[in-house]
């Protein structure tokens, strides 16, 4: 078994990557001066996410090994499908623009990113916000976590609970719509024609199929994951949690059976009497 500690550690190895590929990816989009209202809406979904994973990198060991290895194992599942579909819409992004220099579209690359790969431009946002809202749960569930270490849970726990259950929830619903839509759109570019599809050519139907068949695996990773969550989501998971944390208390005594000494007490100590030897 995996020691726990390096849960955490294993995570960060995820994270790290995807930091670098999103910087690159936001350098690459920040460059295109006159680029479409598609490219900057895509543009400010990376920088949502860039900021995301850095709040995920600061979530401590501790929480993680709350979290557990399968909460760990899918996030890594969902951070590495963001971090393929960032090298791919990089790559494919520098093809299209590919006649421009120093960040100025020319009108063929303009009208190409604009008009032709605007679907392309909108799936990936898609993606991007889909790993933003699992990532933002992730670090809200090892918030609770985090809450209750070393304490018990309030009223006022217990409320926030009930809200991120709801989230989760709501999460979950929309995944299971995404991967749907996917799904059907998949079967329908699988079933068109190279003349039928809006592609205009096998290349770009060929550069569609692998970003949608991308967003599918991403979408599969995140409905896992935020099955995971909601699992450990739970009131009596997060309790259970917060009992095993609780300092134990050890007592012994001195000579002869004299004497009192204790170990970490949480609270005050009554209802004990000590006789003579």
Not at 106 to 124: C, E, I, L, P, S
Not at 125 to 154: D, F, M, P, W
């Amino acid at each position: 078994m995996a020691d726990p500690l390096s849960i955490g550690a294993s995570v960060v190895s995820i994270i790290v990557p995807a930091l670098h590929g999103t910087r690159l990816l936001l350098g690459d989009l920040q460059q295109l001066n006159d680029a479409p209202r598609t490219i900057k809406r895509l543009t400010d979904d990376v920088h949502s996410v860039h900021t995301t994973l850095e709040l995920l990198q600061g979530v401590e060991d501790g929480d993680w090994k709350s979290l557990g290895q399968n909460v760990a194992g899918q996030s890594k599942a969902t951070i590495s499908s963001y971090t393929q579909a960032c090298d791919l819409f990089r790559a494919d992004l520098q093809k299209w623009t590919r006649h421009s220099e120093d960040g100025k579209l020319t009108w063929v690359d303009r009208v190409n990113v604009g008009f032709f790969k605007k679907d392309q431009a909108k799936a990936m946002s898609e993606q991007l916000q889909s790993c933003k809202l699992a990532i933002n749960l992730i670090v809200g569930v090892a918030t609770l976590y985090s809450s209750v270490r070393n304490s018990h849970v309030t009223e006022e726990i217990k409320k926030t609970i009930s809200t991120k259950q709801d989230e989760v929830n709501n999460a979950i619903a929309t995944a299971d719509r995404q991967l749907v839509l996917l799904e059907n759109k998949l079967e329908e570019l699988n079933l068109s024609s190279d003349d039928d599809n809006a592609t205009g050519s096998s290349q770009g139907k060929a550069e569609v199929l692998r970003q949608l068949e991308e967003e599918l695996e991403g979408a599969k990773a995140s409905q896992k994951l935020l099955n995971e969550l909601l699992s450990k989501s739970q009131e009596e998971a997060i309790t259970k949690a917060a009992g095993n944390q609780t300092d134990s208390i050890t007592v012994s005594f001195g000579a002869q059976n004299s004497g009192f000494q204790a170990g970490n007490i949480n609270g005050g100590v009554s209802g004990i009497n000590f006789g003579g030897k």
